[in-house]
């Protein structure tokens, strides 16, 4: 064989080689780019969205999208989780995540999702844009979760998912065991911009809470002393909603200009204090319930069976639990705190921090005991 030759198969195994190495990386960056819709959206903005593919069961029978949108803070990083694992193995439909958190969380956020059995699942991390709340919010010592800014994502839905017609907003304390399109295709009356599960229904029975005022009606949220409240003839007895997990019309939401009228009564709020002194409640809830009042839908009780977290003692008989579509920690006892009821059922969906950032807060407690 002459050296022209050999030189020839030489280069042409090289380019080859050149080809398989760059198509291993375009595969690479398809794959990520296939499960992050987008990284870097920042509220308020218009971030390039890369559509991933859909699965082709979805694809073939033209499905809706449902997008899913659940706030994930960096101490609460594993509730998030864990309810989106939940979500995912229980639906076959197309659901996008929109998980919205801090700058300083998305990195350890991509990193549990990419390293576990959620790394298939179709998501979009937005970072929220914390100065959307300054002159809206204050810090008030007996209201902890003013400072937290996360809580107020839910009020910026048409931002967080700017294409979409509907959405679902979920806290990160709830676990769902129904498959989620029931709850997407909850009916919303003409002229409703979100349906909410009404705190007087029958599934989630009362709890006392001590100090916590009236935990069922709007007087437990707003102050009745205050002329701006009394002019709104909005009855004190009315029962209040949870707004932990909904269903929005978007389409609606923006047509009534929703999250204009929620930064209004912020604003008015810190300017006035019109909430109750003894919130029975979320800082987020009083705003909600004024534009809300009288105009909204409602879901399937069962879609919201709530107060696992009010307190440590278990409250629903292990039949009912098993029957809930979605279980909802909301109060001071988190699934992944120190004392918590119905732990069994939530661990079930949480996937351990491949970090190491993130652990069960009781876990320790139990290995210090035995040592």
């Known amino acids: 064989m002459s050296f022209r ?20 990386n375009f595969l ?39 997008p899913v949108v659940i706030a994930a803070s960096e101490d609460r990083l594993g509730g ?37 059995n959620l790394k298939s699942i179709r998501y979009k991390i937005v970072n929220f844009d914390t100065k959307l709340l300054e002159g809206k919010v204050k810090e008030d010592p007996d209201q902890g979760e003013s400072i937290k800014p996360l809580t107020f994502a839910r009020f910026y839905l048409p931002i967080l998912v700017p294409r979409a017609k509907k959405a679902i907003y979920m806290d990160d304390d709830v676990i769902v065991q129904g498959d989620i399109l029931a709850l997407y295709n909850t009916p919303l009356k003409p002229g409703h911009a979100a349906a909410f599960s009404e705190d007087c229904d029958s599934t989630s029975a009362k709890v006392v809470i001590r100090g916590a005022g009236n935990q ?16 709104l003839s909005m009855k004190a007895s009315t029962c209040s909603f949870n707004p932990g997990v909904f269903v929005a019309n978007l389409t609606e939401w923006r047509r009534q200009n929703i999250t204009n009228q929620l930064e209004k009564w912020m604003k008015l709020n810190v300017e006035e204090g019109l909430y109750s002194r003894t919130l029975a409640g979320s800082i987020t809830t009083p ?12 879901i399937d009780p069962m879609w919201n069976v709530r107060h696992l977290g009010s ?28 004392t918590a009821s119905y732990t069994d059922v939530w661990e079930k969906w949480y996937i351990p921090d491949p970090t190491g950032k993130f652990s069960l807060i009781r876990r320790h407690v139990e290995i210090s005991n035995t040592k």
């Open 5 to 24: 030759k050999v030189n020839i198969i030489i280069l042409v195994l090289a380019v080859a080689l050149f080809l398989l190495v760059l198509h291993h």
């Open 28 to 66: 690479g960056l398809s794959s990520l780019l296939r499960n992050e819709v987008s990284d870097s959206g920042i509220v308020g903005l218009q971030p390039v969205d890369f559509i991933p593919n859909a699965p082709q069961h979805v694809v073939d029978g033209r499905e809706e999208e449902i």
């Open 80 to 116: 998030a989780i864990a309810a989106i694992n939940s979500i995912q193995h229980n639906t076959r439909s197309n659901v996008i995540f929109y998980i919205v958190t801090l700058n300083g969380t998305a990195d350890h956020l991509r990193s549990w999702l990419s390293s576990s």
């Open 216 to 231: 069922y009606n709007y007087i437990g949220y707003l102050d009745y002393k205050k002329e701006r409240i009394r002019k």
């Open 287 to 298: 705003p909600l319930l004024i534009v809300f009042y009288q105009q909204h839908s409602t």
């Open 311 to 338: 307190s440590a003692g278990k409250r629903y008989s292990p039949q009912f639990v098993k029957a809930a579509k979605l279980l909802h920690w909301n109060g001071h006892f988190k699934p992944w705190g120190r």
